[in-house]
């Protein structure tokens, strides 16, 4: 059974610190995304990641993919009240469905 | 439309009632999944839908369960004799197919009462 552990599960920070979210598994994953989501929503891609190594940013957002693909990290940096809300990993399972395996989240609150 | 619609948004039913969910997915997306999220849970998946087919059910915890997708667009989540334990929110996303990456409706929350 693949399964994505996230840590840590819960972040409270003050604005304009620099947090990290750790996704991690035993299993190797075609590809992983992260997901970001507010209360009443239902999740928002923010980034797929599909080769070992690869890194990618989105504004203050950086994401890794590790080399062996079984783990991936978030970097934020400044961190903003806006970025409030849960964070969720999610790996493409070997099934070739498109099925996702989601990690439990990450809740991250950010005061001002 | 512009995104996934899932109705209705609140769903609260007494124990051992039947439910129906429903999703419209974006207009042209083959591909429709299912989720279930607990509080404080990441989604769990329940079924995919290639078209018209259910491509992967295992996601399924019983009998109690049922989805249909009759025209390869809308499709409806179907929960028999509901117990306490179905309470969360039932989400539906949808891709172009299964290569893509998903665009999620708000989700029904449902609570089982």
């Known amino acids: 059974t693949q399964l994505l552990e996230q840590s840590p599960q819960f972040l409270s920070i003050q604005e304009g610190e620099n947090l990290t979210v750790y996704c991690n598994s035993s299993?190797?994953?075609?590809?992983l995304q992260w997901y970001r989501q507010e209360p009443g929503e239902g999740p928002v891609l923010l980034v797929t990641?599909?080769?070992?190594?690869e890194v990618k940013k989105l504004k203050r957002l950086t994401f890794q993919f590790g080399d062996a693909r079984k783990d991936s990290s978030l970097h934020i940096t400044a961190a903003q009240t806006g970025d409030t809300g849960l964070y969720l990993c999610?790996?493409?399972?070997?099934?070739?469905?498109?099925?996702?395996?989601f990690g439990q989240g990450t809740t991250l609150q950010v005061k001002p | 439309g512009a995104g996934v619609s899932q109705t209705p948004s609140n769903k609260v039913t007494e124990k051992g009632k039947y439910v129906e969910l429903r999703c419209d997915p974006i207009?042209?997306?083959?591909?429709l999944y299912w989720y279930r999220q607990s509080l404080g849970q990441g989604p769990e998946f329940l079924i995919y839908?290639?078209?018209?087919?259910?491509?992967?059910d295992s996601g399924l915890p019983n009998d109690r369960f049922f989805a249909v997708r009759p025209e390869g667009s809308v499709s409806t989540l179907k929960i028999q004799r509901t117990e306490r334990g179905d309470s969360a929110v039932y989400l539906c996303?949808?891709?172009?197919?299964?290569?893509?990456?998903?665009?999620f409706g708000s989700g029904t929350r449902l609570t089982v009462v």
């Open positions: 996303a949808s891709s172009l197919d299964s290569n893509y990456g998903y665009t």
């Open positions: 299993s190797v994953f075609s590809s």
């Open positions: 990641v599909v080769t070992g190594g």
């Open positions: 999610a790996g493409d399972d070997s099934s070739n469905t498109g099925k996702l395996i």
């Open positions: 207009s042209g997306h083959t591909a």
């Open positions: 839908f290639q078209g018209t087919g259910a491509a992967d």
